[in-house]
Every structure is written in structure tokens, then in C-alpha cells.
């Protein structure tokens, strides 16, 4: 069990279309598992971006970056 919840904006479905397959399933299958058990552990935005976390990640030498906000009252 997490200790979050996920919700994602409409853009997500959209911008993961655009990503090959076998790094949409990693994001699904490894990262977003890391993120919702422990989302503290993305860098924290500074400046007009406060309040939203950034968790990087690379596959065959190219970065992904996903940003997420954490809302203490949406825990699972």
C-alpha cells in the first residue's frame, strides 16, 4: 500500500503518448511506485515553481522529469 494517492492532470495521458512504450511502463511499473511511497524524495521547486516536487530520470541517455505536487490531505 502507498502512502499517497495518484491524480494526474488530462495533459498526462497526452504527454505519455508522445514517450516510447517501454518508458511508459517503466514510469508506471518503478518511478511512480518510488514517488508515491516516498514523494519527498524529488527536488523541491524553488521561485514561482514553490510547492512542486521534480523527480528526474533517464532511459537510453535521454532525461524525463516528473513534476508533481504533494497534497498531505489525499495520503491513501
Do not use: C, W
Not at 499517497?4 to 514517450?19: A, G, M, N, S, T
Amino acid at each position: 500500500m502507498f502512502r499517497f494517492r495518484d491524480e494526474y492532470h488530462p495533459q498526462v495521458k497526452k504527454d505519455l503518448k508522445k514517450i516510447d512504450k517501454s518508458v511508459q511502463l517503466e514510469i508506471k511499473d518503478s518511478h511512480i511506485p518510488k514517488i508515491l511511497n516516498d514523494p519527498y524524495m524529488g527536488d523541491e521547486l524553488t521561485g514561482d515553481l514553490a510547492g512542486i516536487h521534480s523527480y528526474h530520470l533517464e532511459k537510453d541517455r535521454v532525461q524525463y522529469r516528473i513534476s508533481y505536487i504533494i497534497d498531505e490531505g489525499k495520503r491513501s
